[in-house]
T-cell receptor, first 111, second 115 residues
C-alpha cells in the first residue's frame, strides 16, 4: 500500500542552528500535507501545511518545502530552540480520504 | 475549556475490566476521530465519526467500541483488552471528515496500560 515515511528517526542539533526534518511519501495523488509537532505528554499540534500546487510555504521560523518530482517533504526550523525538542510527524491527505501519518522524527536540541 | 479534552489522562486496567475513554471538543467541529499511538509505530486511525455517524472503522477488534452521542463528545469503550493494547489513545476533531485540507486538532491523549 501507499505510505508516508520519515528518513531519520532522531535528529540532534545545536541550539541556534537550523534543523531540517525530511519525509518521503509514495502516493502521487496526495494533494495536501501537514507537519505536526508532539511534545512529551501532549498530543500532536499543527505546525504548518502545504497544498500540492505550492512548493514552499513559510511560517514563523518554520518553512515547509514540497518536491513533487521526488515525492519529498521537508520541514525547516530556523534558529532551533530547546522548546523545539519534540517528535515531528508529516501527514498526507488526498480528497475523500483520511490523513496518513509518517513514523515521526525525534528532534533533540543541545544547549 | 477550549480545544479537545480527553479523560482520563492515565488508565491502568486488567484484561477483564470494562472502562471508557472520553473525549470532548469545544471547537464546533463536525468530525471526531480515535487514533492509537504505540511505540515506534505511526499513528493508527481507529474510528471516524462525522455528524455522529461512523464513517470509517479500520478493522479494529470488537473489544474497542466507540460511541458518539453528539458532535462534541466521543467515547471509546474498552472490554477484555490485551496487553498489546497498551498505548496512547488520541482523540482528534476536524471541521469535516474526508475532505482535502483536513487539519486535525488533537487532545493530549489517554495513556492506557493493560495488565
Amino acid at each position: 500500500g501507499e505510505s508516508v515515511g520519515l528518513h531519520l528517526p532522531t535528529l540532534s542539533v545545536q541550539e541556534g542552528d537550523n534543523s531540517i526534518i525530511n519525509c518521503a511519501y509514495s502516493n502521487s495523488a496526495s494533494d495536501y500535507f501537514i507537519w505536526y509537532k508532539q511534545e512529551s505528554g501532549k498530543g500532536p499540534q499543527f505546525i504548518i501545511d502545504i497544498r500540492s500546487n505550492m512548493d514552499k510555504r513559510q511560517g514563523q521560523r518554520v518553512t515547509v518545502l514540497l518536491n513533487k518530482t521526488v515525492k519529498h517533504l521537508s520541514l525547516q526550523i530556523a534558529a532551533t530552540q530547546p522548546g523545539d525538542s519534540a517528535v515531528y510527524f508529516c501527514a498526507e491527505n488526498n480528497a475523500g480520504n483520511m490523513l496518513t501519518f509518517g513514523g515521526g522524527t525525534r528532534l533533540m536540541v543541545k544547549p | 475549556e477550549t480545544g479537545v479534552t480527553q479523560t482520563p489522562r492515565h488508565l491502568v486496567m486488567g484484561m477483564t475490566n470494562k472502562k471508557s475513554l472520553k473525549c470532548e471538543q469545544h471547537l464546533g467541529h463536525n468530525a471526531m476521530y480515535w487514533y492509537k499511538q504505540s511505540a515506534k509505530k505511526p499513528l493508527e486511525l481507529m474510528f471516524v465519526y462525522s455528524l455522529e455517524e461512523r464513517v470509517e472503522n479500520n478493522s479494529v477488534p470488537s473489544r474497542f467500541s466507540p460511541e458518539c452521542p453528539n458532535s462534541s463528545h466521543l467515547f471509546l469503550h474498552l472490554h477484555t483488552l490485551q496487553p498489546e493494547d497498551s498505548a496512547l489513545y488520541l482523540c482528534a476533531s476536524s471541521q469535516e471528515a474526508g475532505t482535502g485540507a483536513n487539519v486535525l486538532t488533537f487532545g493530549a491523549g489517554s495513556r492506557l496500560t493493560v495488565l
